[in-house]
């Protein structure tokens, strides 16, 4: 049976702006919908506090980092405090800056324009996922020229 890699996917908590609620809901359909044997989140409060788990896994496994605005809280503290992420993306990217920083929205008040957006962001988050796991593959057939365990093809 081979085994599954697990990749992480830390989202921003932002609050206070759309970009962060639609960040956080892409990342919930990865890990409900899209990969759920595959994903594990990191809860960015929780690794921001100092939480062991979250920051090994994030040392340890490729991990995603998704922004809800071009601040990229996710992304740097995933750097700061467990070294380089696999990839990362910003919802202001996808959906607009000006959407983005727009008023935050309860999950209970979605439209379908909003379903629209996580449904975009989370497609992206799986296309970049597909990525980390070429690249792992790669990497365990032996024919990265990398030598690192990110993945990638250099």
């Known amino acids: ?9 830390v989202s921003c ?3 206070d702006c759309l970009g962060g609620t639609i960040s956080r809901l892409a990342t919930r359909k990865m890990l409900d919908e899209l990969r759920p044997s595959e994903t594990v989140t990191i809860c960015l409060p929780l690794f921001l506090a100092g939480g062991a788990e979250e920051r090994k896994f994030a040392e340890a496994y490729p991990t995603i980092a998704v922004d809800g605005c071009d601040k990229a809280c996710a992304n740097r503290a995933t750097e700061k405090y467990s070294g380089k992420v696999s990839d990362a993306l ?10 983005a ?11 379908e324009e909003h379903r629209a957006m996580v449904n975009q962001v989370a497609a992206e988050i799986n296309t970049r996922f597909d990525k980390i796991l070429a690249g792992a593959a790669r ?4 024919n990265s020229g990398c030598g690192c365990s990110c993945g990638c093809s250099k």
């Open 13 to 15: 908590s932002g609050e």
């Open 1 to 9: 049976m081979e085994k599954t890699l697990k990749i992480g996917v």
């Open 101 to 111: 920083e727009g008023k935050p929205l309860s999950t209970r008040y979605l439209t």
């Open 90 to 99: 910003v919802v202001s990217d996808f959906i607009g800056k000006e959407t």
């Open 139 to 142: 990497q365990s057939d032996g």
